[in-house]
């Protein structure tokens, strides 16, 4: 079973669940902050992600709802490149939003504006996630001003517990016997599960619902069939994984390539052919022996 940061877990819930199975969930940073000062230094090398990004881990004990689990704080070059670079985007718009609406409170031109609008427009500037990093301070209006002013800054000891938490996550489980790249790996792979869903859900590939169906025998040969449907998929997905597709751009793939019935003016006759098709697409055909299935 996974559980994750962004959801609301209670101490009673995990005990109940953790006794009948075990689990491999992720924590919020703010639940663990101390391991996210541990050196990188002292991070093994686990394994290459498909996007080829180098993961690594540390392993320790930490307590989470009162239990102590075996944890495991990841780090991918990746992921904090990515985080970092949006991060300071995201700043750089907010400070550049901030100072504008400095500017406009700092000009006695225009219409009045109260303390409460100020707050308001303050808010939908800097993102719920920003605001440990960026501070400010209303400052009420004086008898000559129509308007508040605003003051901001960098809250420079929270903005480097955020940075500290890029390209990281924090795992925990009860599994105490596995080794760290089979927990990692096993949260990770949670993506394929959440994929799996979604392709349960595609009306275009191999949907439950809708279900035409009332009595729950009939259901559950309904749903049976399209679990295996999404067996096959994977399988497919499996034999030409050197591609490097995800599910979809692999049925798209595949479902480009197009037979014709072409007739011969001269004697009627007909013939099917394959409409062209790209490198990849010709390369999967041939892979996957599609010839054989081609009426004679």
Known sequence: MFFDKGKQLKKTTLKKVTSKMSFVGSAKANQAEELLDVPLSKYEYLYKNAKGNKIYGYRTKHQFYGTEFTTVITYNEGTYKLQKRTYESNKSKIIENLENLQRRLESNKGKARSRSSVENEVADIILKKYRSVVKYEIIDARE???KPQ????IDEGNENKCEKSFGKNLLFTDKH???TKKIVQIYNNKNAIEDDFK????????PVGPVYHHKDENIKVHVFLSIIGLLFYRYLAWETKRYGFSMKQLIERLSGIRMAIVQNKKSNLCEIILEEMDTKQASLFSFLNLGKFLPS
């Open 144 to 146: 000559s001003q129509k």
């Open 150 to 153: 605003l003051k901001f800054w």
């Open 177 to 179: 016997q596995w080794h």
């Open 199 to 206: 392709l349960l859900n595609d009306h275009l590939l191999v």
